[in-house]
């Protein structure tokens, strides 16, 4: 049994190069387009002129990663006599899941003796972020990559996404609610209450009356489902919204009693469709 494998995940884990580093994981980047730009890499980003240029009305496209990208990346890794355990940004919402298994099959036809294996997190953000840190944990403890795939596997429908977001124009756009939706959400400061599904998609499950309310909600739902939440690592994502983040780990340390909090930014990949101001809260519970 061995150890020595490569963990690889992409830019839509939102982990910092930091982070990364860290947890030995190697970052595919998946591309972003600004305006009128040329496509760029996730990982590139000045995320604060990102978010700036969002809230100055710039829109902001993004793609999943291309077969030749990915073939480079894996084979780049299996050539080098390495097996790989690629943690993928959900296919609800990519289909970066299903070219990256097209791919792990004609590399396992080309290096039968490498194990290639792709894990669709059914997450995002540093849902998927702390999908990846988990896995990266349990590596790090000695576990096989044939284990580290199971407990992926496992786990990933514990992973809880709640998050809410500020303006509901870039939800709008990605078809995520309707304009008429949107145009009373906004004359009323109503804010919608989300999570990632079994399916990893993005649903809509409730409305909360202003900011403050639509925070204490992300905390409500993580004490109906966290699993002892004292005793694990969570992990907070702001589009560029700092402040409501630490209030968010606030609330959840006074009310829970977490010690292990990480914030992050949502980078571009995610950001370009829910926006400035998106606060999203990440932890294990007993369902999504």
């Not at 202003?210 to 004292?230: C, I």
């Amino acid at each position: 049994m061995t150890t020595d494998f490569v963990i690889l995940t992409d830019s839509g884990s939102d982990l910092t190069p930091e982070m990364a580093a860290e947890l030995q994981v190697q970052v595919m980047p998946l591309m972003y387009t600004l305006g009128d730009g040329e496509p760029m890499p996730g990982d590139a980003a000045d995320i604060k002129d990102f978010y700036k240029q969002l809230r100055e009305g710039k829109s902001a496209k993004t793609s999943a990663a291309n077969y030749e990208d990915l073939m480079e990346t894996l084979e780049n890794i299996v050539s080098k006599g390495k097996d790989v355990l690629y943690i993928a940004f959900s296919s609800g919402l990519s289909s970066t899941v299903s070219t990256a298994m097209l791919v792990a099959g004609e590399l396992t036809e080309k290096y039968p003796e490498r194990k290639i294996y792709v894990a669709d997190s059914l997450a995002a953000s540093l849902g998927h972020g702390l999908l990846v840190y988990l896995a990266a944990k349990q590596r790090a403890a000695g576990a096989s990559i044939d284990a580290v795939r199971d407990f992926v596997e496992e786990n990933k429908l514990h992973l809880c996404h709640w998050f809410t977001v500020d303006d509901l124009h870039h939800l709008k756009r990605g078809g995520r609610v309707s304009a008429a939706t949107a145009a009373i959400g906004t004359m009323l400061s109503i804010k919608p209450v989300l999570h990632v599904d079994d399916a990893g998609h993005l649903i809509n499950v409730s409305k909360a009356r202003g900011r403050k309310a639509s925070l204490a909600a992300l905390v409500e739902r993580m004490e109906q489902t966290a699993m002892d939440p004292a005793g694990q690592t969570v992990f907070i994502s702001h589009g560029d919204a700092l402040e409501d983040a630490q209030t968010v780990a606030q609330m959840v340390r006074d009310k829970m009693g977490v010690q292990d909090i990480h914030i992050g930014y949502i980078g571009p990949v995610i950001g370009a469709h829910s926006g400035p101001g998106t606060i999203a809260l990440f932890f294990l519970g007993t369902q999504r």
